[in-house]
């Protein structure tokens, strides 16, 4: 069965020594494993991240995060090189506390958490963002030979970024990079509002599948949304997809006017039970899932 | 049956009074109105808009559009009165045109699409800002009295704006306005991101419900995605909506890496059967509902 797992800030951010308590209530909300935001540096050392975890009985994967100052896409030479020593710096963290996937929206491009508003890219400029991301990814995929670790791109929805936002353009950019390192991730939160049809796109992302995220369409718990889980988990199962699965839930914005519901916020009260609950209907629907 | 039409810049945009021979397809593609973006000062006649849709077959209604220099929700005293001088000059364009409609997010607070990221927002300008958006609400409403106009309030999902992202926040917002020409319109495009359960979201705005958008969740045409057609249709059929339904495609960056799809491109082919297709399957939907 898939391992289950949760982000590290769907408990806390920045996530730091203080917070290593928290691995054990996310075990025994029963999770196997803890998606950790790749620490900034100075936040948090990955060596002792990986020991406090798996002495709580998890494991860690990363998530990585990109900016305007560190972006593949960038129109500054500087942002790009920038870029890939960052993914370079993932791999080290990650080789350091034992993660074997680096995931996330690798390319850069991003929008809306940038503040940066869509506007036209011509097709030369196309051309060109695309090389520069193919190069930053083959270059920091060269890095990552002779490790453990993969890279996994992450299309983003359209208003996060303006460069991938789909399971086929993941495909597409796998297919420019072509190393053995780099992998898709998809996260269901996103391929709600991208893709036309969720399992063709888990079957189309097929071997290249390395990591996933289970995520309600607006973010809450599982089971409190519209996603149909049963036919998510019959297309991992079709795909063959025996890698971790992350749940995302931070939705805490409640129905009050006037609150950013996209912007991060700590956790209100405990949620272990419902973290817990979302990790027993997944579980559920996975096994269904192998039976059909 | 209600009727169907189309938002003016699946065609154009800007749309000018070169466009209005756009009128005529739109009727030929089965649509019963076109909904037109409120022109910006100098940019069309609203009167000779309205005759022209007239002349084809058509009636219009009116989408507003916010920014940061008209926003009711705005820090900035000027920003605000804008916003109500805004408002103001829609119902007078909807007045010279024959739309009965103002629909939108005309809160204010827009996020992606003017470069502004979700910040935190503290429970004492939280407060403020709805206090703000009541009071420009209903200055804008008290200007529509004695008119056929209405304002619906659109929630946005959490990108595009950090005011209103539910059905359950738009009816808070029209209790507290609490004025006859205020109401509430639903985009099934935001909803796919952020209600719990839509048809539940539909139930909600119930009575308030006075204009409606029919979107693929990833704003293709009909049937291209994954929303459920059918109990949408049952759903409005119950809450007894017998106002407009708008379909608004434009997905247009097909499957290429870097292109901006939250950006709005013109169509780069006639999509006209495209459309008309969207209409018949809203129709034959709408029908079936009435039959269950």
């Known amino acids: ?25 996310m075990r025994a909300a029963g999770m196997d494993f803890c998606e950790l935001l790749v620490p900034e540096d100075g936040e948090l050392d990955p060596t ?24 593949l896409a960038s129109d500054d030479a500087a942002a790009r090189v920038a ?15 034992g993660a074997t996937i680096v995931g996330g929206p690798l390319y850069g491009a991003p929008l809306v958490f940038a503040g940066r508003a869509p ?25 990552a030979e002779g490790s ?9 929805n359209r208003f996060e970024t303006d460069f991938c936002n789909t399971a086929r353009q993941a495909l597409a950019l796998c297919t420019l990079v072509d190393h053995p390192a780099i992998g898709i991730m998809l996260d269901t939160f996103h391929m709600n509002i991208e893709e036309d049809d969720l399992e063709q796109a888990i079957r189309l992302a097929g071997p290249l ?57 700590p956790p209100s009260h405990d949620e272990d039970a419902d973290l817990r609950a979302s ?14």
Chains 1, 2 share one sequence.
């Open 1 to 25: 069965m898939n391992p289950i797992g949760v982000i590290s800030m769907s408990y806390a951010r920045p996530f730091t020594a203080a917070q290593f308590p928290l691995f054990a209530r």
């Open 209 to 265: 599948l390395i990591h996933f995220q289970a995520n309600e369409n607006h973010r809450g718990f599982l089971g409190t949304g519209h996603i149909a889980w049963a036919p998510i988990c019959r297309a991992l199962a079709e795909a063959g997809y025996q890698g971790a699965i992350t749940l995302e839930p931070f939705r805490r914005t409640g129905h009050l006017l006037s609150l950013p519901l996209a912007q991060w916020r």
């Open 148 to 156: 453990d670790v993969r890279f996994a791109i992450e299309p983003l």
């Open 119 to 143: 506007t036209t890219i011509d097709e030369a400029r196309r051309h060109e963002r695309v090389q520069r991301v193919t190069e930053g990814l083959r270059a920091a995929a060269e890095f």
């Open 83 to 97: 870029g890939v020593d960052y993914l370079r710096r993932c791999v080290d963290v990650a080789g350091a506390c």
């Open 48 to 71: 002792a991240a990986g020991r406090a975890a798996r002495h709580a009985g998890l494991f860690l994967q990363l998530a990585a995060r990109v900016n305007l100052q560190r972006d």
């Open 279 to 292: 990790g027993d209907y997944l579980h559920g629907a996975l096994h269904a899932a192998r039976r059909t």
